[in-house]
């Protein structure tokens, strides 16, 4: 199986910026998610690492390094609306999802 | 609001009834996923259709047993289930399963099994 670890809860407060980290340890390693998920609703794509580096989409980017099994994602500009659990997700090469347990970030004003 | 389209949004059930969850896209995905969701846990896998072919079971007990009548459709039969068995349940679609492209999901569906 997968061991995906993330942070169970961060705070910060409105106009910050959090950063999420995730390590994994697994075989077959095909990819990297990250979803947001507010309570009650479905998650939703927010970023995808494949190759090491960082990828930038407006306030939010993720960084992947795949030697160190190793990712982030961070939220810049941080707005009360923000404030949901963060799930980051590996894919493996039988292209199967296996999601971390996911951080809450509680934004203040 | 989702591409994917779930219903009911809500479903309280005894344990000797029989429903079904139905899922709908229209994307043209030809992947199609059911996740089980409990309360401040991640989404964990149950089933994979790929190209309407059930291509993964994740050890899913044979009272949950899926159905994908279509490339568009995915339902879930439920029979017998058991109070442990109430959950969110999220249908997400991709565009391939061996694509890059990320699942999207639907709402899902609370399930209260009494």
């Known amino acids: 199986g997968q061991n995906i670890d993330q942070p169970t809860e961060m705070t910060a407060t409105e106009g910050a910026i959090v950063q999420i980290n995730c390590t994994y340890q697994t075989s077959g390693f095909n990819g990297l998610f990250w979803y947001q998920q507010h309570a009650g609703e479905a998650p939703t794509f927010l970023s995808y690492?494949?190759?090491?580096g960082l990828e930038e989409k407006g306030r939010f980017s993720s960084f992947l390094s795949r030697s160190k099994g190793y990712s982030y994602l961070l939220l810049k500009e941080l707005q009360m609306k923000d404030s949901a659990s963060y799930l980051c997700a590996v894919r493996t090469n039988d292209y199967k999802l296996s999601f971390g347990a996911g951080t809450t970030v509680t934004v203040r004003a | 609001d989702t591409e994917v389209t779930q219903t009911p949004k809500h479903l309280v059930m005894g344990m000797t009834n029989k429903k079904s969850l139905k899922c709908e896209q229209h994307m043209g995905h030809r992947a199609m996923y059911w996740y089980k969701q409990k309360a401040k846990k991640p989404p964990e896998l149950m089933f994979v259709y790929s190209y309407e072919k059930l291509s993964i079971n994740e050890s899913v007990p044979s009272r949950f047993s899926p159905e994908c009548p279509n490339s568009s459709l995915l339902n879930l039969h439920l029979h017998a289930l058991q109070p442990e068995d109430s959950a969110l349940y999220l249908c997400?679609?991709?565009?391939?399963?061996?694509?890059?492209?990320?699942?999207?999901f639907g709402d899902g569906t609370r399930l209260s099994i009494l």
């Open positions: 690492n494949v190759l090491d």
């Open positions: 997400a679609s991709s565009q391939a399963p061996h694509s890059n492209q990320p699942q999207h």
